[in-house]
């Protein structure tokens, strides 16, 4: 019997340390990260996202984004991300802190999207490429998610978040495809991504 | 005279141990079985829609059918539905078998297979739903999650206490990576969720957490269970004892020193401290030593019987996977450098790298246990030795064109991405003829699984006419005794 807790306690040491180095130091030290101030306008950053874009996160997850497209930039050295002009400056930790969840994913069969709420500012242009992925020219693998709009009668005014869609996309007249309230939120947490505030450990990357 | 009554005694024993564990086994064998049929149809779907997402065979417009949520759901079905409950059910037999006593509490793992069983499908059913956590390997909700490792408790602890209990004497190799894969496994699914989804860690730390969990899930679950099976099966099937007890024990703790550590190559030059990721690329690098003296054991101790992956078709899908593990951990170690991966990274590389894994090494094993064991427990023979060559035959050429298809595409589509002039859109076009021949080649691999379902639901139906009982299988009294194979730990 001795030699077989001698055994076990060999199997869980050896695996404690990558516990202890992988999950139980990130848990403790991140908890610890605290904003940066700017020195000149005191501007702390990063600020959480709030409201519907947490709910929009939500969004993408259930949809599954994170397995196309990315949401990190790595250095000059390790990649050419700031050169493809996904951000001006590699991510760290801190970017991070007010994640509730974070989705770094491994493929970028999509483009990556650390700071796609800087490069695209129009909410349409998410609700056309949602609707239809080709509508922008794009020929992806990317698929339509239909399912996070509808198309309803125009009742008074045409609503403001309809979908500005053409050809043979658009819906018949007296009718519009409005984004459902998932779809609002997917929009608001994608607008939400922006992470080109300075942090002193990730300085801008020089030529 | 004495030698002979010795191995009458030994082979009665056996029957009654296997008595005692066939019911859960079997179960766990045939649900195995039902979840490899409904993976390989999700994988045949999500393979399709990254082809053609538009086309109307692969069902657009369907939110719970959408490739977001297929894609994690084969990967989980597969993982937790196929291979772990093959696992778990082999883990039982190879303890109760080694430590030469009748499992305990035979209905306790009944039960744990059906509570198991629920946990996998409300899991499955939530994912689809679009209920997810969404944290790769990890996207079972919380309630699926937990009933999930109840069931696993509730058979392994028994199967641990018979090991604990058994008669004195030494560990045989395949019982250290069956205690080792069940403890280590309990160990990061509970870790895992708690500091994931009940007390989620703060921001960085989640995809540490992650990816230490998905390094850990291939290396020291997934992979032991499939080398508990090849230490006990080749030898046996070669009637050979192992070639060298200290190869093997470098294999065991090497891979248990380095395999929490890999999976943060996942996420090189990811927002974490560098020595997390350094740590990582050192340890896939390094866990080739464990890998070649696995490899060169297995080698050796088939030296002079390669005969037997012709005669032997249990042991052709076993020493295949074997062979497939040494080329799934060289490509791991050469895709881990800082210097590859800046192109290998985000690519379908790193897709099709899992798959080789989980498909061409541990599924090969896998299917190669079921092969020798169901029989033997069922007292039947296979029915159409035909079915079972077809298997290897369309696993081996659909896995072979996924495996080249995604390889070549997936170079280019590194090469691509790290030329900031390609857009990222044009890329889709770079790929497409890769990704037909990816379809092709999974729909190949997705025939074999069917027709291993085939044979497996004839088997447990129908029994054989005697004259056919020969063909594929020793007679298990023909096998060595495992005294000769069997080593101390340390």
């Not at chain 2, 090189?268 to 020595?275: K, Q, R, S, V």
Request: hydrophobic share 50%.
């Amino acid at each position: 019997m001795k030699r077989l807790t001698g055994f076990f306690l060999g199997v869980l040491l050896l695996f404690a340390a990558s516990w202890i180095g992988l999950v139980a130091y990130p848990y403790l030290t991140f908890a610890g990260l605290t904003q940066s101030k700017d020195d000149a306008t005191g501007a702390l950053s990063p600020q959480g996202i709030a409201g519907t874009a947490t709910q929009g996160a939500r969004v993408y997850a259930a949809n599954g984004c994170l397995y196309c497209h990315s949401q990190y930039v790595r250095d000059k050295d390790e990649g050419t991300d700031i050169d493809r002009k996904w951000g001006s400056r590699r991510t760290v930790a801190r970017d991070y802190m007010f994640d509730r969840q974070v989705f770094l994913g491994t493929s970028r069969l999509g483009a990556d999207l650390t700071n796609v709420g800087v490069h695209q500012t129009d909410a349409q242009w998410y609700y056309k490429l949602l609707y239809n992925p080709h509508s922008l020219g794009h020929e992806a693998v990317m698929p339509a998610y239909r399912w996070l709009f509808e198309t309803r009668q125009i009742q008074g005014q045409p609503s403001v978040d309809a979908v500005q869609l053409g050809g043979a996309d658009a819906p018949p007249a007296g009718y519009e495809v409005v984004p459902t309230g998932e779809g609002k939120a997917l929009v608001e947490y994608l607008l939400s991504l922006k992470r080109n505030y300075p942090l002193p450990e990730a300085p801008e990357a020089t030529e | 005279m004495n030698a002979i009554s010795e191995s009458a005694e030994t082979k009665v024993e056996l029957s009654a141990i296997d008595r005692s564990v066939r019911t859960p086994v079997l179960l766990f064998f045939g649900s195995a079985v039902l979840w490899l049929v409904i993976a390989s149809l999700l994988f045949l779907l999500s393979s399709s829609q990254i082809h053609k997402p538009d086309s109307w065979w692969t069902l657009p417009g369907i939110p719970w059918l959408s490739y977001g949520r297929v894609y994690p759901t084969f990967v989980d079905c597969f993982v937790y539905g196929w291979v772990a409950s093959t696992g778990i059910a082999l883990g039982l037999w190879l303890l109760s078998r080694f430590s030469a006593a009748p499992l305990r509490y035979p209905a306790l793992a009944i039960y744990g297979w059906a509570v198991w069983n629920v946990g996998l499908i409300s899991g499955v059913v939530c994912l689809l739903a679009g209920t997810t956590t969404g944290y790769p390997f990890l996207e079972f909700p919380p309630y699926a999650a937990f009933i999930l490792y109840l069931g696993f408790a509730m058979v392994c602890l028994p199967a641990i206490s018979i090991a604990w209990h058994r008669k004195p004497g030494t560990l045989y190799i395949s019982e250290w990576y069956v205690l080792g894969g069940f403890l280590w496994f309990a160990w990061m699914y509970a870790t895992a969720n708690i500091t994931l989804v009940n007390l989620p860690a703060p921001g960085a730390a989640q995809p540490a957490i992650n990816w230490w969990y998905a390094g850990s899930l291939f290396d020291l679950w997934l992979t032991p269970i499939a080398l508990a099976v090849a230490y006990y099966l080749i030898p046996k099937i070669v009637e050979r004892p192992i070639y060298s007890e200290r190869l093997a024990l470098m294999g065991f703790w090497g891979l248990a020193l380095f395999g929490g550590w890999t999976g943060m190559t996942y996420i090189i030059g990811g927002p974490l401290p560098a020595w997390m990721i350094t740590a990582g690329i050192v340890a896939r690098v390094l866990m080739l030593i464990p890998v070649f003296a696995i490899a060169t054991n297995f080698h050796r101790t088939m030296t002079g019987a390669f005969g037997g992956l012709r005669d032997d078709l249990a042991l052709r899908f076993i020493s295949t996977g074997a062979m497939i593990y040494t080329v799934y951990a060289v490509e791991g170690g050469i895709v881990s450098l800082r210097s590859v991966a800046q192109f290998t990274q985000f690519t379908l590389i790193t897709q099709v790298h899992s798959e080789l894994g989980l498909i061409g090494f541990v599924s090969l094993i896998l299917f190669g246990a079921v092969y020798y064991i169901a029989p033997r427990l069922l007292g039947r023979e296979w029915l159409f030795p035909k079915l079972v060559t077809t298997h290897f035959w369309f696993l081996v050429t659909g896995l072979g064109l996924l495996y080249f298809s995604l390889t070549i595409g997936g170079l280019i589509q590194g090469f691509g991405l790290a030329d900031p002039q390609v857009p990222i859109i044009a890329m889709s076009d770079l790929l497409q003829p890769f990704l037909t021949i990816q379809n092709v080649g999974v729909l190949l691999l997705v025939i074999g699984n069917l027709t291993f379902a085939i044979a497996f639901v004839l088997i447990l139906l129908i029994s054989a006419p005697a004259k056919q009982r020969e063909v594929v299988f020793d007679e298990p009294e023909k096998a060595p005794d495992n005294s000769a194979a069997e080593v101390s730990v340390a």
